[in-house]
Structures are given as structure tokens and as C-alpha cells.
């Protein structure tokens, strides 16, 4: 199969996933639609997208729909955030750790009127109200995210690997370690405020560490990905916020990259057929 052929096969597929989301077929309980997809773009051998250069069309609506979902309206906690995303994308893959996820939400507060609450861990008991999740207590924070800095060294070593060898056949897991991890940092909830975003942001790293695309909630999809996490942290049934997030990734290839192809490709027939055109007119003279 060409790398052409190849590439016609990924974008009808996702041009198939699109018309299936359309029609509200999407968001099976295994996610084998996503998980097939996902499989798809990343065993067929031809140029993905690049995570690093992401357009700022896409950054405006991660920044609206994260700012929504957590009813942020302070325009100084928005661009916070914006500065949060431009460091974690700025920030290099090999110094990037567990521990920076502190650094990130100084960003998120630093342009607040007190930016010295951000990047402290928290000191006292916080709650999730109405999600029955019991979270860390205060006095063990730091230890708890102590205790995660393997897996986060693991992940981070599966996905450089990844890249660099362009093996991924293990994308899949990887992802679910990823998700996995989110979970657990939000129930230890390091932070006063600002945890959903700082370790969603945190997550997106670690995707475009092993070049994946980062992925953002919007606000009609809200109810479901909290219903997700509650399940996950709650019962431990991580199913549910896997298959969330691998459809999530679908929707940021498809908006980032394979949307691009097929205006790409659109506009190469209409540049072919108005050379054509010009070619048959110079005959008839």
C-alpha cells in the first residue's frame, strides 16, 4: 500500500467516525471506535501531526471551553491559563516531571491578584461536592504525589520511546496510563483551587510528549466527564473516562490534522480542474 493509499484510508475513517459522532453513535463503553481509530493513525507509516506546533485557533478553544467548564469568568484567571499552556508546550519533554505540575498552577494564578497563592500545596481539607469522592487529606499531599513519581517516569519513558522509534504499538495502554494518572492527581487535589485545569494541562504534556495531540472538554460534555471521573475515583472503574478521553483524541486529530487533509485535498482537485480548464481553452485557440 502507497503512503497515499495509506493516507486515503486514515482520512475515510475518520471522515466515517466523524459522520458516527454526527449521528450520535459514538461513546460505546469499551470505546472500540476510538481504540481502532486511534490504532489506525498511529500503525500506518506517513507524517501525523506534530503536537508541538498546534494552531492558535485550537489554543482559543481549549482556553474558552476549560475556562467554561470550570465557570471562569475573572479575565485575569483566563489568561493564567493561557500562560499555562504556553509554558507547558514551551517546556522540554526531558524536564518535564511529576513535580512540575506546581509550576503550572503558579501560571494559572500568577496574573490574580494574589499570585502568590499559586504553586503552594494545599494546607487544609477540601470537597468535591456531589461526587461522594473522598479526596487526600491535607497532611499527605505531598507524600501522594511522591508516591506517583514512578509512574509518571514510566509513562514519560514509554512515551519518548514511542517518538523516537515510532513503535506504537502500545498507544492504547498508554493513554490509559495517562487517564489513570489523572485520576489519581485529582484525588489527591494538591491544590486549594485550580486542580481540573492544572492536571488536565498536566495530562496534555504527557500526550504531547508521545505525540499525541492535547484535547480539551467542552462544556455540553461536561455532565459526562465528570459522571466518568466520579466512577473511576469512586468505584475504580476506570472504563468509562478511558473511553471519554480516547474519543476526545479522535476529535483532536480530526479537528487538528485530518480536517487540514481534506481541505488540502479539495483544494488540489479545484487547482487541477481550473488548470485543466486553462489547458483546454489554449487548445481552442
Known amino acids: ?3 497515499y493509499e495509506k493516507e486515503n484510508l486514515v482520512i ?4 466515517g467516525y466523524r459522520y458516527r459522532k454526527n449521528n450520535d453513535l459514538l461513546y460505546s463503553p469499551d470505546g472500540r471506535v476510538a ?7 498511529y ?3 506517513f507524517k501525523r501531526l506534530d503536537p508541538n506546533v498546534i494552531n492558535r485557533g485550537f489554543v482559543e478553544r481549549y482556553i474558552k471551553n476549560e475556562s467554561a467548564i470550570e465557570s471562569v469568568h475573572e479575565p485575569a484567571e483566563v489568561k493564567g491559563l493561557e500562560l499555562m499552556y504556553e509554558d507547558m508546550t514551551s517546556m522540554p519533554f526531558n524536564e ?13 494564578y500568577s ?8 504553586g503552594k500545596l494545599r494546607t487544609g481539607e477540601v470537597f468535591l ?5 473522598d479526596l487526600c487529606p491535607h497532611d499527605y499531599v505531598f507524600d501522594k504525589l511522591l508516591s506517583l513519581e514512578d509512574l509518571t517516569n514510566d509513562i514519560k519513558s514509554l512515551a519518548t520511546y514511542m517518538k523516537e522509534t515510532n513503535d506504537y504499538e502500545h498507544v492504547i495502554d498508554y493513554i490509559e496510563s495517562c487517564v489513570k494518572l489523572n485520576c489519581e492527581l485529582i484525588k489527591v487535589h494538591p491544590f486549594e483551587d485550580g486542580n481540573g485545569r492544572t492536571v488536565r494541562c498536566f495530562i496534555n504534556k504527557l500526550f504531547e510528549g508521545a505525540g499525541i495531540p492535547p484535547v480539551y472538554i467542552k462544556v455540553d460534555e461536561k455532565y459526562e466527564y465528570n459522571l466518568a471521573m466520579n466512577k473511576a475515583n469512586n468505584e475504580g472503574d476506570y472504563n468509562d473516562i478511558t473511553s471519554f478521553y480516547l474519543f476526545k483524541i479522535c476529535d483532536s486529530i480530526m479537528e487538528l490534522d485530518i480536517n487540514k487533509r481534506v481541505r488540502e485535498e479539495r483544494e ?3 487547482y487541477d480542474i481550473k488548470s485543466s480548464k486553462k489547458k483546454k481553452k489554449k487548445k481552442r485557440k
Open 1 to 3: 500500500m502507497s503512503n
Open 12 to 15: 475515510t475513517s475518520f471522515l
Open 35 to 41: 481504540k481502532g481509530l486511534i490504532n489506525l493513525y
Open 43 to 45: 500503525s500506518v507509516d
Open 96 to 108: 518535564f516531571e511529576l513535580f512540575s505540575i506546581i509550576s503550572l498552577h503558579k501560571d494559572l
Open 111 to 118: 496574573r490574580c491578584p494574589h499570585p502568590e497563592a499559586g
Open 129 to 133: 461536592p456531589g461526587t461522594g469522592t
Open 268 to 270: 488540489e482537485k479545484i
